[in-house]
């Protein structure tokens, strides 16, 4: 300390002062390490007269300066991702904030002020983070948490959640008093579609109809048009006849919510005649090859398709002796 001025008997610490931050000890390095709402003390000591000591009780507290924390969705590496394969995948988020590393000793835990809520099917989880390391001011949820295509559960640990569902990542801050978010996008695994062309719902697989006789029924297994549990979806399937090239769409109903099943609940009729598309009916000629087409509307590369053979009935002929209008007689006069 340096007098103030000449003959003044006052003495201060010359500019820039002894520099603050949040730190276990490290003696003698011109810096203080302190840590958040921490006491300073100051005590001087008169070494010509030491029973001569004198402190500043009860101190000043120290305080860091406030900043916004934000969270961030990663994977369990703790890389940046924007979205997560549900019950693969689970979600891990690392909390940025300063504020919250009180203490340079320990490594710290927040807790209630970040949760994860679902779009789509309204579930909220809190999520409890720990600091990374002691005075790192990182949190993160070592565990990780697990996801499940269901209804909401309220008071577990997973987060239940719909395909192509949105989480939000709500982190609130206290000081300041700020309330942030983050987004991601919840996927299905992919998954390769199957069709499949049946005698009935949920009927035995076909490779030949009768045209007039068979109604044609279809048959999809896509988990990915699985989309939101709570709901019965539909699907769509295209069924051509090669040979006139007659095409009809087919709309496909999920067998009951959150199944991969879905089936044509009518069928669709056929006859012989030429194309005339969309009209309901296909429009067939004996022997001709029906095949029908399945797209992932997810996933434009998931194609399937199936085939099978369409045939006039077969019927019993019969002959007569007529006269020259056609009418049976019998018997003949010579």
Known sequence: ??????????????????????????PADAILQTAHASTLIATYTDLDHPSDTVSTIPGATTS????????????????????????LQPIYLRLVDADQNTNPLTRETVSG??????????????????????????????????????Q???????LQVSPGDIVTAEYTDVKPAAVTTQTVRMDVQRTQSAVTLVSAPRGTRRTQYQIGVDRVHVQVEDSDQN?????????????????TGDTEVVNLLERTTNDRFFDS??????????????????????????????????????????????????????????????????????
């Open 227 to 243: 989309i939101d549990p709570f709901t019965t979806e539909t699907v769509q399937v295209s069924l051509r006849n090669v040979a």
């Open 113 to 150: 002020q970040v949760r994860l809520l679902s779009r789509l099917t309204g579930d909220v989880l809190s999520v409890p983070v720990t600091e990374t390391a002691s005075n790192s001011g990182l949190f993160r949820n070592p565990l990780g948490v697990p996801t499940r295509v269901a």
């Open 64 to 87: 860091r300066p406030s900043a916004i924390g934000f969270v961030v969705f990663t994977d369990r590496d703790d890389n940046p991702v924007n979205s997560y394969i549900i019950g």
């Open 265 to 334: 609940v009518a069928g669709v009729a056929s006859v012989v005649d030429t194309a005339n598309n969309a009209d309901g009916t296909l429009q067939s000629s004996d022997r001709s090859q029906l095949a029908a087409t399945y797209i992932d509307r997810v996933d434009l590369t998931d194609r399937a398709t199936a085939n099978a053979t369409m045939v006039v009935p077969k019927t019993t002929a019969t002959i007569d002796l007529t006269d020259s209008t056609g009418a049976h007689v019998s018997p003949f006069r010579i």
């Open 152 to 158: 909401r559960v309220n008071g577990d640990t997973e």
């Open 1 to 26: 300390l340096v007098e103030t001025r000449t003959d003044s008997g006052e003495f201060r610490n010359i500019s820039p002062g002894v520099g603050l931050i949040v730190d276990s000890a490290h």
